[in-house]
């Protein structure tokens, strides 16, 4: 798709839904002999996220797995919605549509592999890190140059935010308006 096409989907986005393992991460789960769980995000990616939702934008993550690691994380970067040891996430996401009263085509969601398929195929903006799984990538409209965890988050929401004109400002570019 062109990148005007992107942007005339983009500019109606609401709503962001992240995957974790692999889109915000690289997708390395760390373990120790105690039972600790390390991960690593990218700081660029969460700076774009409050960016977002500076923007007014709904922030969401669904992910199959369930962190203490995330939770702090979706803490610090005030993600409202954390839904985590997800098995359905069509489910979950149906329940986050009732509850905020948004549509499809003002969703975007990365997820980067088969059990995002679900998701990926309702929503008006699928998008993928560069290094998503090939089935993913399939259904995509924005495939991004970063991999997950290292700058996709950024590169989708800089993606957004321009189409809404609202980066350069909230980005620091130039002054208010």
């Not at 839904?83 to 499809?104: I, M, N, P, R, W």
């Not at 997820?111 to 195929?121: E, H, K, M, R, T």
């Given at each position: 798709m062109t990148d005007k096409g992107i942007g005339r989907i983009a500019e109606k986005v609401r709503v962001i839904i992240l995957d974790v393992d692999g889109v915000m991460t690289d997708g390395s789960i760390i373990l120790d002999n105690v039972g600790n769980e390390y991960k690593a995000f990218h700081v660029r990616d969460g700076h774009a996220v409050k960016l977002a939702s500076r923007?007014?934008?709904?922030?969401?993550?669904?992910?199959?797995?369930?962190?203490?690691?995330?939770?702090?994380?979706?803490?610090?970067?005030?993600?409202?919605?954390?839904?985590?040891?997800?098995?359905?996430?069509?489910?979950?996401?149906?329940?986050?549509?009732?509850?905020?009263?948004?549509?499809?085509?003002?969703?975007?969601?990365?997820?980067?592999?088969?059990?995002?398929?679900?998701?990926?195929?309702?929503?008006?903006?699928?998008?993928?890190?560069?290094?998503?799984?090939p089935e993913a990538r399939k259904v995509a409209l924005f495939v991004a140059r970063n991999r997950g965890g290292r700058g996709a988050v950024r590169e989708l929401v800089e993606v957004i935010l321009r189409a809404k004109g609202q980066w350069d400002t909230l980005a620091g570019l130039t002054g208010p308006s």
């Open positions: 923007a007014g934008i709904l922030l969401a993550l669904i992910t199959g797995r369930r962190s203490q690691v995330v939770e702090r994380r979706a803490q610090e970067l005030g993600i409202p919605e954390v839904h985590q040891g997800v098995h359905d996430k069509l489910a979950v996401y149906q329940g986050l549509k009732e509850l905020h009263g948004f549509s499809d085509h003002e969703v975007c969601y990365m997820g980067d592999d088969v059990v995002d398929l679900s998701l990926l195929q309702v929503v008006g903006l699928p998008a993928v890190p560069a290094d998503a799984d």
